[in-house]
């Protein structure tokens, strides 16, 4: 069951974040599809933790050290470049950072970005991401 929110919140995601990487989006739009885009991937993200998509985010992360390094940019940049992206309508970038910010939440749980910043944006996104999947799951049944 956890693939029917992953696959449909990712296309929700994708196409939101698509619409407004085109720059169709009316100006006072953008900011409230920009953040529920977010939302969306952080909703998929949480019901990937629930999958094999975990266990592999674990597996890759900790492969060797300039793996983790990578994940840490990776995660680091997802939250970095998201306002940019959008900002000045770069489309094809939208499927990375879709596919980023659904992985967010496994990376962050697998420690890539160390000390007590990494902690606090862990527990932050969790937050936000265990509280959307449970309304959207009392929701949708």
Known sequence: MAWFYIIGFSVIAWGLLSLLASGRAPHF??????????LSCLIAGRFAL?????????????LHQITT????AVALLTVAATIPVLW???SRWVTPLA?????????LLQGVIP???GAVLTKGVLTVADT?????RGLLG
């Open 132 to 136: 959307l999947a449970l309304h959207v």
């Open 69 to 72: 390094l990578l994940a840490m």
């Open 50 to 62: 629930t999958t094999w998509l975990y266990p592999l985010t674990g597996w890759i992360t900790h």
């Open 29 to 38: 739009l953008e900011v409230i599809l920009g953040g529920l885009a977010v």
């Open 88 to 90: 000045w309508n770069l």
């Open 115 to 117: 000390g007590e910043g």
């Open 99 to 107: 596919v980023a910010w659904v992985l967010l939440p496994s990376l």
